[in-house]
């Protein structure tokens, strides 16, 4: 079983900034995929950024692509995910997710099985 625990959340003005992590833990995660997700007051968990096992193919919702980047540290058996340029509609608990597959790096929430208690971003106007 994996163990995921997301930090780096909090309150910031639109255009700042803000690095979610996600550490793992109770197995490695160097040979899993790594996602975000996120789920606004009222509205149904998303999509937001996907990383393969190796980091190198990741893959963004197009709200977030040029702003959002997905990264991970396998040694540290940690993913990141670096947001600038927040918007006001950003403003969701965001979830880290994990799951092993075979191929490819889906983008569908019941795809995952491992899933951290998540993290809360608010951006301001």
């Known amino acids: 079983q994996v163990q995921l625990v997301e930090s780096g959340g909090g309150l910031v003005q639109a255009g700042g900034s803000l690095r979610l992590s996600c550490a793992a833990s109770?197995?490695?995660?160097?040979?899993?995929?790594m996602a975000w997700f996120r789920q606004a007051t009222g509205k149904e968990r998303e999509f937001v950024a996907v990383?393969?096992?190796?980091?190198?193919?990741?893959y963004y919702a197009d709200s977030v692509k040029g702003r959002f980047t997905i990264s991970r540290d396998n040694a540290e058996n940690t993913v990141y995910l670096q947001m600038n340029k927040l918007k006001p509609e950003d403003t969701a608990v965001y979830y880290c997710?994990?799951?092993?597959?075979?191929?490819?790096?889906?983008?569908?929430?019941?795809?995952?099985?491992?899933w951290g208690q998540g993290t809360q971003v608010t951006v301001s106007a």
């Open positions: 997710a994990a799951a092993l597959f075979s191929s490819g790096f889906p983008t569908t929430a019941p795809r995952y099985n491992y």
């Open positions: 990383s393969s096992w190796s980091g190198g193919n990741t």
């Open positions: 109770g197995r490695t995660v160097s040979n899993y995929v």
